[in-house]
């Protein structure tokens, strides 16, 4: 124990209270000091690590509350890299990824177990299992990717895809070269081994989300939903290690089963990022720190040969394997060097594998001492490239990901039209303002983050007191639901004695560009489907409308299926609804259906190609054929039909049969009906004034692809 007088204390901290006080200082003050002579935060805390470890000034030990933390830490990256990839590109660049997968893994097997035999004079297991080291890398550069926007970037989504290959794998070649020192490689093995990784596969990927999708829905409380998602991580990190695969295969899969039940744009999503990235992650990074020894390098001569030899081949391996992977598909320079950074990094896997091998005894020499299948000398080298890796990984990551999201943003404000994006939601209650209000960010661009309208009307010759503080409490509560997902809302309380014309003035002062309403409650035999109320803003308002019933938690839902009549395309309403429906797939990550006619689907597929979502098409059913509508219809669906007002293009006279199709086969389902807009002259350019029926085709898809692609501008 170290006297320390200045504090009366001693070193190591034992004092929980003065421990845990070090660390939050450590994760506030060590991104702040060292981010002013540009060394990523990510790095700084592994440095910061290293000072106050046990190998540096001795203030803190890594016991069992910092490795349980890290674990935490090391898992939520895992967790979030699987939860935040784009399901859409994932699928895309599958192929891509398993490309990449297989070089991160076979170059560095391939140069790992040359290196073990002919420099570092290792037998062939030894050699092997050194080899996997290299080919196992850990997502440490993720969370300051995902921070700086470029998250579903196709580098990104690729190496994420490639690390759950070569990481698999490489944790594969550690259990059998064990297995084989212990003697047990044999029928018995191999068939436990692919029965129980099967098991693993169906429950977490086909089990999981089911139990997940019952409890959003049954259960809406902030902290309960937390705690749940925190549960399936570490059950997922169970069922691997029991499977006989590593904890972190288990994380990222359970992130990749429940990316379409938590969509990017919910609070919980909001909560999940804003522990990890605060909490657990710099809790994993401090600890990868302590683990380094400087003094490894003057024990002696082999210690500094087997940690150069490492480093190298590390470094060198993972550069081979993202410069074949940019040299196969064609990626820019920036792109390697996201990939290269995400990849070089050894920490998880590596130190799983370093610490199996050094604990795995295969005889003793001699004297009778222990023979080890990996030594001190590598245990030391190995603490060495964790610490050289990731100083490497950072500084890649940064630079290729600083270049990308600037290439990324429009930085060049004339060259693209900015259309303004105003969202006005009409609140009543409590009770239907939170569905309204997550809608609402559902149909938002993803890097918007103001825009939002709350409103509420109050007539002024009512007799009830308590009236504007009720309204002022709604609106309050709405203002906290968007905060929760760190988007700004506007609260706006009104004096009216007519709600339609309050509502219709607060459209034309502010420019409201979509209007977001509650399905009307139905009050007696003389009361309309929609309500006098939503009717008359229907006459008189011109911008986009959605009426929303919802019957469960929005990101509960399986499939949106979206029904849009034919000739939609022709009217200049068109891409103004369209962008929000990219968005809630963008958004939510779940599968849309779309039901179009021929012209309607050449459009949309022509979108498609610059902005893909995850999307099938299905011919639109004649007016007759959506009485069947149930017949479409499955468990956990939402239903989005297109309507239009009478004398547009896509108007129908059936349309007026919508309440009776929506009371005899949606009571069960939640649905939003959209009213395209209707666009008043003065308010785009005159070639787009023109009737979308007088456009000819090239010309009008020309119009919408551009104004599709305004609107969906990528940060």
Not at 380 to 409: D, F, H, W, Y
């Amino acid at each position: 124990m170290i006297p320390f007088s200045i504090f009366s204390i001693e070193l190591p901290i034992t004092n929980p209270v003065l421990k845990f006080l070090v660390i939050l200082l450590i994760i506030l003050l060590a991104p702040l000091l060292l981010n002013r002579i540009k060394i990523p935060p990510l790095l700084g805390l592994i440095i910061a690590g290293a000072i106050v470890g046990p190998n540096g000034l001795d203030m803190i030990e890594r016991d069992g509350g910092i490795i349980l933390s890290g674990t935490a830490g090391l898992l939520y990256i895992m967790f979030l890299a699987g939860l935040e990839i784009d399901l859409v590109d994932f699928r895309k660049n599958s192929k891509k990824s398993f490309v990449f997968g297989m070089f991160t893994f076979l170059i560095p097997m391939g140069l790992g177990i040359l290196a073990g035999l002919y420099l570092l004079d290792f037998g062939w297991a030894t050699s092997i299992l050194l080899a996997s080291m290299f080919a196992s890398h850990t997502l440490i550069a993720y969370p300051m990717i995902s921070k700086m926007g470029i998250a579903k970037n196709r580098a990104v989504n690729i190496t994420v895809g490639g690390t759950l290959i070569t990481d698999t794998l490489a944790l594969l070649v550690l259990a059998i070269i064990v297995g084989m020192a212990h003697g047990e490689v044999n029928a018995a093995f191999w068939t436990k081994l692919g029965l129980s990784l099967s098991l693993f596969v169906i429950i977490v990927w086909f089990v999981l989300p089911q139990i997940g999708r019952w409890f959003f829905k049954k259960y809406e409380g902030n902290v309960s939903q937390y705690i749940f998602v925190l549960v399936l991580v570490f059950a997922g990190a169970a069922l691997a290690e029991w499977a006989g695969v590593e904890a972190i295969i288990g994380a990222f899969m359970v992130g990749l089963a429940v990316n379409p039940l938590i969509s990017h744009t919910s609070p919980l999503m909001n909560r999940i990022e804003f522990v990890g990235n605060a909490i657990f992650i710099p809790f994993f990074l401090i600890g990868v720190g302590m683990l380094v020894d400087f003094r490894a390098f003057f024990q002696s001569k082999e210690t500094i040969i087997v940690a150069i030899v490492m480093t190298l081949v590390a470094t060198t391996a993972k550069y081979l394997a993202a410069l074949a992977t940019q040299k196969t598909f064609g990626f820019t320079k920036d792109e390697r060097k996201i990939m290269f950074g995400l990849s070089n990094a050894q920490a998880a896997a590596t130190l799983a594998a370093v610490l199996v091998g050094f604990n795995t005894i295969i005889g003793t020499d001699a004297s009778g001492e222990p023979m080890r299948l990996l030594s001190e000398y590598v245990l030391n080298g190995t603490i060495v490239m964790i610490l050289v890796t990731c100083t490497i990984a950072s500084l890649e990551a940064q630079k290729g990901a600083k270049r990308i999201a600037m290439s990324e943003s429009p930085l060049n404000e004339e060259k693209s039209e900015d259309i303004a994006e105003r969202i006005l939601i009409p609140v009543r209650n409590q009770e239907t303002s939170d569905e309204l209000i997550h809608l609402s960010m559902m149909l938002k661009s993803p890097q918007k983050k103001t825009g939002l309208y709350a409103l509420s009307i109050i007539n002024p010759e009512t007799e009830d007191t308590g009236a504007e503080m009720k309204a002022q409490k709604t609106l309050n509560q709405a203002s906290k639901v968007a905060g929760s997902t760190d988007h700004f809302l506007y609260e706006l309380l009104r004096y009216d004695t007519n709600v339609e014309h309050g509502i219709s003035s607060v459209i034309r002062e502010n420019k409201i560009t979509d209007l977001v309403l509650g399905l009307h409650e139905k009050r007696g035999m003389d009361d309309s489907f929609l309500g006098d109320l939503t009717e008359g803003l229907l006459s008189k308002c011109a911008t986009t409308t959605f009426i929303y019933k919802p019957y469960q938690p929005f990101d509960t839902h399986k499939r949106h299926l979206v029904f849009i009549p034919p000739n939609t395309e022709k009217e200049l309403g068109f891409p103004f609804w369209l962008v929000k429906v990219w968005n809630i797939a963008r958004n939510s990550g779940a599968r849309m259906i779309f039901y179009t006619g021929e012209e309607t689907r050449t459009s949309l597929l022509e979108i498609l190609q610059r902005h893909p979502i995850r999307v099938d098409f299905r011919p639109f059913p004649t007016w007759e054929e959506l009485d069947k509508l149930d017949i479409l219809l499955k468990p956990d669906d939402n239903i989005i039909m297109v309507l239009s007002r009478p004398g547009e293009t896509s108007y129908h006279p059936k349309m007026r049969q919508i309440p009776h199709l929506i009371n005899m086969w949606l009571k069960n389902h939640s649905f939003i009906l959209i009213y395209p807009n209707q666009p008043k002259n003065g308010a785009m350019p005159v070639m787009d004034m023109i009737h979308g029926s007088l456009i000819g085709p090239i010309e009008r898809l020309d119009w919408i692809g551009r104004t599709v692609s305004n609107l969906l501008k990528r940060k």
